[in-house]
């Protein structure tokens, strides 16, 4: 069965920490592994990552995927209260029928950036 | 331009009644996507379309699932004789494409429903 664990689950710091969220996987088809960030009901896209060691950044936020070691991590430096959302780790793993490329998501980390 | 939208934004209801849930996905995507997420859990699929047709709804629970796109634009998920345990956050995410290439998913609000 395919498998998405993130750690922590939840995570409390202080505005200006860098933080580091994991995902490990195990699926039987990967593609692609992505992250999402939640602030309330819609979870909005960050980075998809197909390939190990390419780190792909976007203004504070950073990423990097392992496929040997099957695991990607998510960074935040310099974090904000507005950084405060369920960051969510998502394995791209398409069904039997060609093309279909349902997600298959694991729990979430918490984060909460205290002022 | 406009993104995922899906309505209504909450519902409430009894147990054993019949619900539709609506999503409206991005103009010209061709492949949309039906996840639930209950509280404390990451979404679950549930059902795929690529056009009109799903193509892969091993991801509904039971028969009381059902999920529709008649013109391959427009989808509506069905719950009937809902249970307790139905509630949840239903979110819609359309792709604008289906071929076997990664396409970024991109989600709508949700739908959260109580079943009471």
């Known amino acids: 069965e395919d498998k998405v664990v993130q750690s922590p689950l939840s995570l409390v710091v202080h505005e200006g920490d860098t933080v580091t969220l994991n995902c490990n996987y195990e699926?039987?088809?990967?593609?692609?592994l992505l992250w999402y960030k939640q602030e309330k009901k819609a979870p909005t896209f960050l980075f998809m990552l197909?390939?190990?060691?390419i780190e792909k950044k976007s203004g504070r936020l950073s990423s990097i995927l392992d496929k040997k070691e099957l695991f990607s991590i998510l960074n935040i430096t310099a974090t904000q209260t507005g950084d405060s959302a369920i960051y969510l780790c998502a394995v791209e793993a398409p069904s039997s029928i060609q093309g279909a490329q349902k997600l298959v998501f694991g729990q979430g980390t918490r984060l909460t950036i205290n002022p | 331009g406009a993104g995922v939208s899906q309505t209504p934004s909450n519902k409430v209801t009894e147990k054993g009644k019949y619900v539709e849930l609506r999503c409206d996905p991005i103009?010209?995507?061709?492949?949309l996507y039906w996840y639930r997420q209950s509280l404390g859990q990451g979404p679950e699929f549930l059902i795929y379309?690529?056009?009109?047709?799903?193509?892969?709804d091993s991801g509904l629970p039971n028969d009381r699932f059902f999920a529709v796109r008649p013109e391959g634009s427009v989808s509506t998920l069905k719950i009937q004789r809902t249970e307790r345990g139905d509630s949840a956050v239903y979110l819609c995410a359309s792709s604008l494409t289906w071929t076997g290439s990664t396409d970024t998913q991109y989600f709508g609000p949700g739908t959260r429903l109580t079943v009471l």
């Open positions: 103009s010209g995507h061709t492949a």
């Open positions: 699926v039987t088809n990967f593609r692609s």
């Open positions: 379309f690529q056009g009109t047709g799903a193509a892969d």
């Open positions: 197909t390939s190990s060691g």
